[in-house]
């Protein structure tokens, strides 16, 4: 038994080692980050296939041999994580058939901003030498998300942010109308998801968690892109601080995200997610406050505590 029990600890041993061994290192160099472009004109090319035909399982067919087949590594977490199955995607296109014809100039821009991007990168670095840097995926999904991030990369859902001017809204949701946004501001969508990226933040089920690591992905991301991507609900924000801010301290604690997060398909007196909006200003307190901006930043990366945290902004004494 003694000599099982060895065993079993030298086994658990090495398999723990393996797996440290094959997890990726992650790049600290934002010169060597990759933009990967591919998923966009692969889209396009089953787009125009796809044009073509009438038959539902016709078009699947097609988006999966030129577009799923061909997936970056990007694309194949972005497919499980927000677009699913081929057929999801086709219903979406079918569903909102003007929207998709009139992106494509747009989508095609993502890869004018490539320096621009890189710029952001270098500029974190700067602030926060210990950042880390993904490669950046620009794929086309079915209006789910505009970016979201997994182990080795960003995943931007880059229809989310192509929208035209003077869009033909006759197919959007109020949802649509909310979040949607012009490539202009891709890149500060990329930066707010580059700084999800660094953060190590604790369980965020709760309100005042979980708006600290939004809003202080907005407040750094801003500084490193010159971009706010929620300018209308900082509008109304700052309009209203003490406001919202008395509402928000009453519910700070609690996990109904319902008035605050997320919110963009219910809300309908006020802008959406203004939690992002206070936990900003939040951040934004801290920042001020601090001697040492460099390791502020590196605070407002990883806090850890959000009470804590809070009081030490000096936030809340704002509006004693």
């Keep these: 038994m003694k000599t099982l029990s060895i065993f079993i600890l030298n086994l658990l041993f090495i398999t723990t080692i393996n797996a440290q061994s094959q997890s990726p290192k992650l790049n600290q160099d934002p010169e060597k980050v990759k933009f990967v472009f591919s998923d966009i004109d692969n889209f396009w090319r089953a787009y125009d296939l796809a044009q073509k035909e009438t038959a539902f399982d016709k078009k699947v067919e097609i988006y999966q041999r030129e577009y799923y087949d061909k997936a970056s590594d990007g694309l194949k977490n972005f497919i499980g994580l927000r677009i699913g199955k081929a057929e999801n995607l086709v219903k979406k296109i079918d569903a909102m058939p003007k929207y998709y014809a009139s992106i494509r100039a747009n989508t095609l821009r993502a890869a004018e901003m490539r320096g621009q991007m890189l710029e952001s990168f270098q500029r974190l670095k700067s602030i926060y030498p210990n950042a880390v840097f993904p490669d950046v995926y620009f794929v086309i999904g079915r209006l789910s998300s505009g970016g979201t991030t997994w182990s080795t990369g960003l995943l931007i859902g880059t229809e989310m942010c192509s929208l035209p001017k003077n869009?033909?809204?006759?197919?959007?949701?109020?949802?649509?109308?909310?979040?949607?946004?012009?490539?202009?501001?891709?890149?500060?969508?990329?930066?707010?998801?580059?700084?999800?990226?660094?953060?190590?933040?604790?369980?965020?089920?709760?309100?005042?968690?979980?708006?600290?690591?939004?809003?202080?992905?907005?407040?750094?991301?801003?500084?490193?892109?010159?971009?706010?991507?929620?300018?209308?609900?900082?509008?109304?924000?700052?309009?209203?601080?003490?406001?919202?801010?008395?509402?928000?301290?009453?519910?700070?604690?609690?996990?109904?995200?319902?008035?605050?997060?997320?919110?963009?398909?219910?809300?309908?007196?006020?802008?959406?997610?203004?939690?992002?909006?206070?936990?900003?200003?939040?951040?934004?307190?801290?920042?001020?406050?601090?001697?040492?901006?460099?390791?502020?930043?590196?605070?407002?990366?990883?806090?850890?505590?959000?009470?804590?945290?809070?009081?030490?902004?000096?936030?809340?004494?704002?509006?004693?």
Aim: hydrophobic share 35%; proline share 3%; with cysteine.
């Design 167 to 320: 869009a033909d809204e006759s197919e959007f949701t109020d949802w649509h109308k909310a979040v949607l946004k012009p490539i202009d501001e891709l890149p500060g969508i990329v930066s707010h998801e580059l700084i999800h990226f660094q953060q190590k933040m604790p369980d965020k089920a709760k309100l005042l968690t979980q708006s600290l690591n939004e809003g202080s992905a907005d407040f750094v991301g801003e500084m490193i892109s010159k971009m706010n991507i929620n300018s209308k609900s900082y509008i109304y924000g700052n309009a209203n601080e003490k406001a919202l801010w008395l509402e928000f301290k009453a519910e700070m604690n609690g996990s109904n995200f319902d008035k605050w997060l997320y919110n963009g398909s219910k809300i309908t007196d006020r802008p959406a997610d203004l939690g992002y909006f206070v936990g900003y200003k939040i951040c934004e307190a801290y920042y001020k406050k601090a001697k040492d901006k460099k390791q502020a930043i590196a605070d407002i990366l990883n806090i850890q505590d959000d009470e804590e945290f809070l009081k030490e902004s000096g936030y809340a004494r704002k509006f004693e």
